[in-house]
């Protein structure tokens, strides 16, 4: 026992020592005065030695749980229902033709390229060739089977399958009428998409994703709001049967999407019910993960904006590449996966089903795609269709519209903001240490500038020491 206060004793007197015990004397930290004092019995030191690890424990815990609130779960979704005072935008239409080869230009293009003409015998095989390329969808890649040992189709490399499809494919012609004439200037333009190349009425995303190597020229969408009447476009004098996708402005259809048919001498009628979620400017605080959403104008790489199936698509694009080590050329290019050939497109044939489910033996993608912050989503209301027979004449058209309006909209908005965060921090720490601000800053200062001083006092008084113990031994050899 004496050999532990002995040891106790020549520990209290070394540098280390008395520093914590200069911090344990000006600290405003509760408790640690306490265990660093001198006079106290071992018991009252153990006591208090207990009190502060415990009060720190709980503190350290609640901090985490202040801070993975904020970090995963900082928001909240409300409801509104002020609805007279909403502006919807006008949704959007994608058309994708069930067959959009060109035959009068496919054997134009036939006879320039191969020199063969409609006569030929093998006429009928350069023209499935061509179907395939222009009808390219997930739905028709068993069709390259056919041609990945036909040594005129295999050396067209992926960019040039993409430049066939454009030139030879059915173009868009049509008339449109739009519930607002301010609104007349819209117009179908050209988007990429896993269901081939598409045209879009009233799409932003669409301006962006396209194979075209400029961005087309944007535009401001449609509004309607609850005292217009009726919320509608028109669409007629299409050249060819058609299907088409409803959706939001900002989105671009999917693969899994739900469409509708329109042949000749047919006219469909839709209406849509729809689910809005806006979003608080605040919200652009936080990072994409602490919310789990993404604006449309914070994109992912190689992308010009965002929405949730364009990050889908990129993941297929990218597990297309593991599996066959190219990508079809309805996917954006980016330069570092290249487009498929006849063969990669064969390749892809087989494993179609994973890729569509983003499925693969061999692990699928990293594919963790948000939702997007503001969006809207339609839900059919109505679905009627015409016919008609001779003698009127053949055309195909379609409209669709809100004639419902909802009374009731979602708004996501902050509820655990970076302040609230500093608030439960500063609580927590006051009711368990009994310190604030200045108190972290006192142990910063204590780890870091006053130590660093008393280390310097420390080695100059070391060295000095030693000089006068050497000027001691001097004067002693001479006398």
């Not at 430049?163 to 333009?189: G, K, T």
């Not at 194979?211 to 509004?223: A, G, H, R, T, W």
């Not at 809207?376 to 669709?400: A, G, K, L, M, S």
Request: charged share 25%.
């Amino acid at each position: 026992m004496q050999n532990v206060r002995k040891r106790a004793m020549q520990f209290g007197d070394t540098p280390a020592a008395k520093y914590m015990q200069e911090f344990g004397r000006t600290t405003t930290l509760h408790g640690i005065p306490y265990i660093l004092r001198k006079n106290y019995h071992y018991s009252e030191t153990l006591l208090w030695l207990v009190a502060v690890v415990l009060a720190t424990y709980y503190a350290a815990k609640l901090i985490y749980d202040s801070w993975n609130r904020y970090s995963s779960n900082p928001t909240v979704i409300s409801l509104e229902k002020d609805f007279r005072e909403w502006n919807l935008t006008f949704p959007a239409a994608t058309v994708c033709f069930t067959d959009r080869l060109n035959d009068t230009r496919a054997s134009e293009f036939i006879f320039e390229t191969w020199n063969v003409d409609q006569n030929s015998s093998i006429y009928g095989k350069y023209h499935s060739f061509l179907n395939a390329i222009t009808n390219l969808t997930y739905d028709n890649l068993k069709d390259f089977i056919a041609f990945e040992r036909v040594s005129q189709f295999t050396s067209l490399t992926g960019e040039q399958l993409s430049e066939i499809a454009r030139q030879n494919m059915m173009q868009m012609e049509y008339h449109a009428n739009v519930f607002d004439p301010a609104y007349n200037y819209l117009a179908f333009r050209e988007i990429i998409t896993e269901m081939g190349i598409c045209f879009t009425y009233s799409g932003i995303v669409a301006n962006y994703h396209t194979l075209k190597k400029l961005p087309q020229p944007s535009f401001e969408i449609p509004y309607c709001n609850y005292l217009t009447s009726v919320c509608y476009a028109r669409v007629e004098d299409l050249p060819g049967k058609i299907r088409y996708y409803i959706h939001s402005p900002y989105e671009i259809p999917a693969v899994s999407d739900k469409f509708f048919e329109v042949f000749d001498s047919m006219e469909r009628d839709t209406s849509w019910r729809f689910s809005e979620m806006i979003a608080s400017p605040e919200l652009r605080r936080l990072d994409p993960r602490q919310r789990q959403c993404r604006f449309v104008d914070e994109p992912l790489e190689n992308e010009q904006v965002y929405s949730y199936n364009l990050c889908q698509m990129g993941c297929r694009k990218r597990l297309a590449y593991r599996l066959c080590g190219c990508a079809p050329y309805f996917y954006q290019k980016d330069g570092k996966i290249p487009v498929c050939g006849v063969k990669g497109l064969a390749c892809l044939s087989k494993y179609k089903d994973e890729i569509v489910k983003l499925s693969s033996a061999s692990g699928s993608p990293d594919c963790q795609c948000l939702s997007q912050c503001e969006y809207v989503t339609f839900y059919i209301d109505e679905n009627q269709e015409r016919t008609w027979t001779y003698p009127v004449p053949p055309n195909i058209r379609f409209r669709w519209a809100i004639q419902h309006y909802s009374k009731t909209r979602q708004k996501r908005d902050i509820i655990f903001g970076f302040e609230d965060l500093l608030v439960s921090l500063g609580g927590t720490a006051a009711l368990f240490l009994g310190c604030s601000v200045l108190s972290f800053v006192e142990i910063g200062y204590f780890a870091t500038l006053r130590l660093f001083w008393h280390l310097v006092r420390w080695h100059c008084g070391r060295k000095n020491g030693k000089n006068t113990r050497k000027r001691r031994v001097h004067y002693d050899r001479r006398y």
